[in-house]
């Protein structure tokens, strides 16, 4: 039997995203066993990110500053703003180091079932930007989902005319196996064939 | 991109069992957007266990005072004593709820590849405590594994004539289907099998 602080950390680590009782149960002996390498380091990481962690006032990333990092950097201002539906979508952009340009966070996508509506997802705020940071191409980078996809085409219908509108180019994975992978994306792939 | 202390946290999340790289910054984002409800409290729980957490000198069990609950309780001194590999194998027979004595834990089973002896993993103790807590059964409730059920066979020697010791039993899982139980296992549950 555990003690009872013991019990509180693994029923709060439990409620963590893939993590259960089970894995909370084994990340906690494993955190107390290496206690002074992890438990005390982390719960220190967690304040600091508690103190320290906010939204970007402009494009909704989440960083340590009311401006954050991409927004403050002059360079970034490319005239390119790519359109995410969530912080992890930035974040893998980013990882892949390849777009140069800034970024806007939806924070959800339209849905008439959820009752979300443009206003929710900061489309306003999106279309403001456009003409204030004088944007000349939006990416559509929104995920490749029913919601993600009917929310592109708001977003284009509102921007039609006044900038250039870009999305993702769909098609089969780098690595990727023809024999995994749906219908759709060969589909796809196909239709969008390139001349070599 | 995110700032360098939540990068920091990220590392840190994703050094634990059961989670990558992936489910940290998951795990992270899903945490700094609750963060009243999650981050602080989580990491004010950690404090409290770092602080708090050690292992009982008598058992090895893990908890929040020198001697742990089990041991500290008169009400557990059956006479019995059930030896796990470790503390989570504890928890998992304190969850069944159906075991009423005290336990030791090895915490590790012998291994003459990695070196590890019976010293290594407190089996001189567990001889000891036969005696001195007066116990007439040993339990021995090691893993089904080579290494475990090597090391039960080492702790029965030591232990025979001295003290009756019995193992847990063998057989089909409850709720456990034929067709998913592997050869070993039926194998076992037929040889023990039971009048009705």
């Not at 103190?51 to 970007?56: F, P, V, Y």
């Not at 806007?104 to 930007?129: F, N, Q």
Request: charge should be negative; aromatic fraction near 2%; hydrophobic fraction near 40%.
């Amino acid at each position: 039997m555990s003690s009872s602080e013991i019990d509180t950390l693994i029923e709060m680590m439990a409620k963590l995203p893939g993590l259960g009782p089970r894995s909370a149960r084994r990340a906690v002996l494993h955190m107390i066993r290496k206690r002074g390498l992890l438990l005390t380091p982390l719960a220190d990481a967690m304040q600091a990110v508690a103190a320290t962690a906010r939204e970007c006032l402009n494009c909704g990333n989440i960083g340590t500053s009311d401006i954050c990092d991409i927004c403050a950097s002059e360079k970034r201002a490319t005239g390119e703003l790519c359109v995410v539906e969530d912080v992890s979508d930035l974040w893998a952009m980013e990882r892949a180091g390849v777009f140069k340009g800034r970024y806007h966070v939806l924070g959800g996508t339209l849905s008439a079932l959820e009752g979300v509506g443009p206003e929710d997802i900061s489309i306003p705020k999106l279309v403001d930007r456009v003409t204030s940071e004088h944007i000349s191409e939006v990416i559509l980078a929104l995920n490749a989902t029913v919601d993600g996809q009917t929310t592109a085409h708001y977003i284009a219908d509102q921007l039609e005319d006044r900038v250039r509108l870009t999305s993702l180019a769909q098609g089969v994975p780098v690595g990727g196996e023809l024999d995994y992978l749906d219908e759709g994306t060969i589909s796809a792939a196909l239709t969008a064939r390139k001349t070599l």
